[in-house]
Each structure stands twice: as C-alpha cells, then as structure tokens.
C-alpha cells in the first residue's frame, strides 16, 4: 500500500499587498520580498485555514494571476520601551496587489503514531472545506503581520479556468528559500550526540514558474538542506488535542441548529 494522499484542495488567495522576505536581507534593517511566495510561505497560510498535529499539509502548485510589482515604503523601527523610545527608518519592499490560485494537499504525519486514532480522511476533508468556505480559522497573513490576506475557496474546474499574467511564458526565479524541516514532522538529526533536542533545518531550491505556474518539489527533493539549531518546541499531547471525530460531532450539531 501506497503512502496516504489525500484528494486535492484549491482556494484563492489574495491581499493588497505581501512580504515574503528573502533571508538575505533579513540581517538588516531593511526588507524586500522575494517576487513569488515561497512554499513555507503557502504551507503557512494554509496551516491557518485548517491543520491538526495529525496531518501535514503538502502544497502541490500555486498559479501567480496578477502581475509581479513592487513598492517601497517607509517603516519607522522602534527601539526601547516607554516615553523615551528612539527609533531609525528602514525601508521595507512589498509585493503589490497580489492574486495566487493555490492546489494542495494533507497527509498523515509519520511521527504522530500516537495520533492514529484521529486520521479519519472523510472528516478531515469535510472540516478542510468547510473552513475553506469560510475564509480560513485563523486570520491570514502574506508573509507578515502587516499584509491581509484573502482566502476564497475554489472547485478544480475553477481552478483550472483561470489564467495567469505570465501564460506562455518560463520565467526562471533561482535559488530560493523552500521550507523548513520541523522535528515534529520530519525526522531531523540532533546537533550534538548529547543533545536531546532535534535540528531545525532550512530547505532551497531553484524555483521556475512555467505558464504562471510554479510546481514545488517536496521538502525532501530540494536541492540544499541546513542545519540552523535546535528546535526546543514541544509537540501537542494527545490530550491537548481536540480529535477529529468530536469537531466533526460539533459541525453536525451546528447544523441542525
């Protein structure tokens, strides 16, 4: 039997105006954007739509519809707390008017055996489209606080239908940041044989986008892989953890009401 996989999901996602902030200039103080999100990026936002320790979310492809522009603007940075706060203005380049069409998927997560009990595909899938339906859980972001974000939920002939600013076109973006390997869902290396705590590490890869579409690899595929430091995070306890059969009893209920 084959991995688990589940059927695919599609939504919109747009916002007046994003950050996905290439590592480059985050020592500064100023910022700028990488032109496209990344995949950590999308996986994030998702993850704020619907995402329980039980599933990992997987993003297959996103569809860039708008035209890539920027604009700079003026952010003043505060120092200190109180009355007697300084501060020094730092330039920070956005992404303007952004429209992506994303496809993904979810998966079990391996490291979660404990969390069996809650891979039930029909619920997660009933519960991943009715928040989709209703913007996300949480509040969306692109790429930082600042930048709204807008999710609307798609059908695959929708998704399908629409066209991208960049059709006919291969646009090639080079080596960029892909994602994260967190310890709670892929099985990192320690930093030193006396730790106990698992390496968080970063992925990069070339990123091309062919017909307005950028197709991402699998974390495990990426071309590089760093180590950064230990992750100190602590996964859920099953207790902690609200199982997808009781959330899908209180949608039920919702319902009937």
């Given at each position: 039997m ?6 695919p999901f ?8 994003a950050?996905?902030?290439s590592p ?5 103080g100023?910022k700028?954007?990488?032109p496209?999100?990344t ?5 994030g936002?998702?993850?704020q739509i619907?995402?329980?320790p ?8 996103i569809?860039?519809?708008?035209q ?8 003043l940075?505060l120092?200190?707390r ?6 020094d ?8 008017d952004?429209q ?6 979810f998966?079990w ?5 404990d969390?069996v009990?809650d891979r039930?595909?029909q619920k997660h ?7 989709l339906?209703?913007?996300?859980r949480?509040?969306i972001f692109?790429?930082v606080?600042?930048?709204l974000g807008?999710?609307?939920m798609?059908n ?8 991208s600013?960049?059709?006919?076109v291969v ?5 960029m940041?892909?994602s994260?390997?967190?310890p709670t869902?892929?099985?990192t290396?320690k930093?030193?044989n006396t ?14 986008m062919?017909?307005g ?8 595929e ?7 430091s230990?992750?100190?995070g602590?996964p859920l ?13 209180e949608?039920?209920?919702?319902s009937?009401?």
């Amino acid at each position: 039997m084959g991995k688990f996989k589940s059927k695919p999901f599609y939504y919109l996602l747009s916002g007046d105006y994003a950050l996905f902030t290439s590592p480059i200039t985050k020592g500064g103080g100023e910022k700028y954007t990488y032109p496209v999100p990344t995949y950590q990026a999308i996986k994030g936002i998702t993850e704020q739509i619907y995402w329980k320790p039980s599933i990992v979310i997987c993003i297959d492809e996103i569809k860039v519809l708008n035209q890539i522009s920027t604009q700079s603007k003026g952010v003043l940075l505060l120092y200190g707390r109180g009355s007697k706060n300084s501060g020094d203005r730092s330039k920070y380049t956005y992404l303007k008017d952004v429209q992506y069409a994303v496809k993904y998927h979810f998966e079990w997560n391996g490291l979660r055996d404990d969390l069996v009990n809650d891979r039930n595909e029909q619920k997660h899938s009933e519960i991943m489209a009715r928040s989709l339906k209703k913007g996300g859980r949480k509040d969306i972001f692109l790429g930082v606080r600042e930048c709204l974000g807008y999710v609307k939920m798609l059908n695959q002939e929708e998704y399908d239908n629409l066209s991208s600013y960049y059709q006919d076109v291969v646009m090639p973006f080079g080596l960029m940041f892909h994602s994260f390997n967190y310890p709670t869902e892929v099985a990192t290396p320690k930093l030193k044989n006396t730790s106990k705590y698992q390496i968080l590490q970063s992925n990069f890869t070339e990123i091309v986008m062919e017909n307005g579409v950028i197709r991402f690899c699998r974390p495990s595929e990426c071309t590089i892989t760093m180590n950064l430091s230990e992750f100190k995070g602590k996964p859920l306890t099953v207790e902690q953890i609200k199982t997808v059969d009781d959330e899908y009893a209180e949608i039920l209920a919702e319902s009937q009401v």
